[in-house]
Each structure stands twice: as structure tokens, then as C-alpha cells.
């Protein structure tokens, strides 16, 4: 097989006391569009921020393209960056933000003006690149924000959160673009919060809690890990609190999540569900609603993690 273009080993990371990323790591292969699947304060952002060069004091090793990303600076200019929180100038307009950016990298000036002229049309702003980006509206803004990340065409492309703040139209615009940049075998990780942007567009996912990878691979392989599994929502007028030491009663039942209202269970086979359903029923545990769900990747996460995303 060939060799990955990025190979990340035993990352942890500190901010005083918090640990923000424990002993992570993942290996990424070219032109794989890999997602990285966490809720708030998993440490997507101090991982991208680590790759980036700008979180330093870290433990671990990250190697690109079989070298040491730290140790050599010249391979910094083959990884692109679109972070999080945008980082353009609002007063100046969308081509001459990507000739400023661009004018930091060795770029010909005339080879740079032709890749600006490329990005804005990948990113579907050319018709707008004369306006000050102060105009654009937030997904406007996130397709420029790609857009610099790109302009000195990086071999390894990282999104932190791309979608972030902004609609449901602009976000499929965004995820369109981000695959058409894998299909031109750019490499590219993205974090998301979502779990149907990393069903859509990503080969390979990871599954991130607490500053670890709890599980990666492609979406059939995760899904595995529950598909011999049936995940049923049980909802009713209940508190965590209450339910909680009911289901666990009941060797048949594994608890996959609970909040008030409605508790995540998972059986090995839906003939087990009357039994449950009237052992709570003795408990005098109100039931409003059950929804059987086949095995996706919120299970998984369920499974892996005991909470849910939205949480
Ligand atoms: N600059 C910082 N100082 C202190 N704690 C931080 C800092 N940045 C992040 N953290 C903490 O590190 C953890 C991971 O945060 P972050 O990487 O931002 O996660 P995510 O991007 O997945 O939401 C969280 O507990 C967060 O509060
Ligand atoms: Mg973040």
C-alpha cells in the first residue's frame, strides 16, 4: 500500500490542566477527504491548530509525507488552512484578499493572478470578486475563506468546522466544493459537529471524544461496530434520573444515551422489546413514543461516546 501523507502518533496536548488531546493519532492517505467527527471541546481545533503550526508545546509526532512536519519548515507551504475563525481582510476585495494571501508564498506574480482567477470560480465568487468582502454574506465569506487556504495549492488541505454559522443551502455549496477539491487529489481533513457532512463527503471518519480518536474508518466499517444491534429511542414523561437504574435491570438493554425525556438503548434483536417496554410499564414509567432505528453512524457515536451529538 502506499504510504500515507500524513501519519499522526500519541498527540497530547495540555492548556494548564485540561487535557485537550490524549495520546491522538490517525493516518491519512492521498487525496482522502478524512472527517473528523466530535462534539464541542473534543480538541478538533487544538489538533488543526497543532497541524498548523500555531499550538505549540504538544507531546507526540506528526510525520507528512514521510518527514517530520516540525522539523522541516519548507513543508509547512505544502498544507493549506482554513480556520475556524475567518481570517481575510473585510475592506478589501475577494481577489485582492487572495493576492495578499497569495503574496506570502513564492507565487509568480502572474501564476498567482491565474490561480486566484481559478480559486474564484471554484468557489463560485467570481462574478463578486470586486466587491469588499465586508458585503458577502456568511457562506460567501467561508467559500472565500477555502479559497486562500488554497491559492499556493497545498497538497494536504485542513477545514476546521467549514460550515459552521451558516445555511443550509450555502452549506452544500461548501461540502460540493470540498469534494471537488479531494477529486483533484488534494488530501483534506475536516472537522464538523455533523454527522451527515462526514456521510456525504468524507472516505474515511474518525470518531472524536475528549482529545482521543475512539474509532476511524470508512462509514460501512464503523457502522459494524452496531450493526448487529438494535437501536431503539424511548421517549416519555421520565427523568435520566428515574429510567436510568430501571433499564439497567434488564441484561438485554445496553443504555447508548439518556436525557430527560428520552433514553438511547440498544438490543440484540426487537423481540426483546415488549419484554422492556413492560418492565418499565411495572416501573410506572410513562412511554409517549418509540422509534426503532436501523444501524448509522449516530449509533455508533452513541455506542462509543454515551452521548449524543446534539447534546
Ligand atoms: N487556549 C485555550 N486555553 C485553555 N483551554 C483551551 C484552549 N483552547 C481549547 N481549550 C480547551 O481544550 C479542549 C478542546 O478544545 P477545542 O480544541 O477547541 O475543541 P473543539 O474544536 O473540538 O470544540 C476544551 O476543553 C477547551 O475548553
Ligand atoms: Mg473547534
Not at 75 to 94: R, T
Not at 140 to 151: D, H, P, Q, T, W
Not at 190 to 215: N, Y
Amino acid at each position: 500500500m502506499e504510504q500515507p501523507i500524513l501519519e499522526i502518533k500519541d498527540i497530547s496536548k495540555y492548556y494548564n490542566d485540561i487535557k485537550a488531546l490524549d495520546q491522538l493519532g490517525f493516518t491519512l492517505h492521498k487525496g482522502e477527504i478524512f472527517g473528523l467527527l466530535g462534539p464541542n471541546g473534543a480538541g478538533k481545533t487544538t489538533l488543526i491548530s497543532i497541524l498548523s503550526g500555531t499550538v505549540k508545546d504538544f507531546s507526540g509526532t506528526v510525520r507528512f509525507k514521510g518527514e517530520d512536519l516540525f522539523a522541516n519548515r519548507r513543508l509547512k507551504n505544502d498544507i493549506g488552512i482554513v480556520p475556524q475563525d475567518m481570517a481575510f481582510y473585510e475592506d478589501l476585495n475577494a481577489m485582492d484578499n487572495l493576492l495578499f494571501w497569495g503574496g506570502l508564498y513564492n507565487i509568480p506574480p502572474k501564476e498567482l493572478k491565474r490561480r486566484a482567477l481559478q480559486l474564484l470560480d471554484i468557489v463560485e465568487l467570481s462574478t463578486r470578486s470586486k466587491e469588499p468582502v465586508k458585503n458577502f454574506s456568511g457562506g460567501m465569506k467561508r467559500r472565500l475563506n477555502i479559497a486562500i487556504g488554497l491559492i499556493h495549492q497545498p497538497e494536504l488541505l485542513l477545514l476546521d468546522e467549514p460550515t459552521v454559522g451558516i445555511d443550509v443551502q450555502a452549506k452544500v455549496r461548501i461540502l460540493d466544493i470540498i469534494k471537488k477539491v479531494g477529486m483533484e487529489g488534494t488530501s483534506v481533513i475536516f472537522t464538523t459537529h455533523q454527522l451527515s457532512e462526514v456521510e456525504e463527503i468524507c472516505q474515511r471518519i474518525a470518531i472524536m471524544d475528549k482529545g482521543s480518536i475512539l474509532a476511524s474508518g470508512t462509514l460501512e466499517q464503523l457502522v459494524k461496530l452496531v450493526e448487529e444491534k438494535e437501536v431503539v429511542d424511548i421517549s416519555g414523561d421520565f427523568e435520566s434520573s428515574r429510567i436510568v437504574p430501571v433499564i439497567e435491570k434488564l441484561p438485554a438493554a445496553d443504555i447508548l444515551a439518556v436525557e430527560d425525556g428520552i433514553v438511547t438503548i440498544a438490543l440484540d434483536d426487537t423481540d426483546q422489546l415488549p419484554a422492556v417496554l413492560s418492565h418499565l410499564f411495572q416501573n410506572t414509567i410513562e412511554i409517549t413514543d418509540i422509534k426503532i432505528k436501523s444501524p448509522n453512524l449516530e449509533a455508533v457515536f452513541l455506542k462509543l461516546t454515551g452521548r449524543s451529538l446534539r447534546d
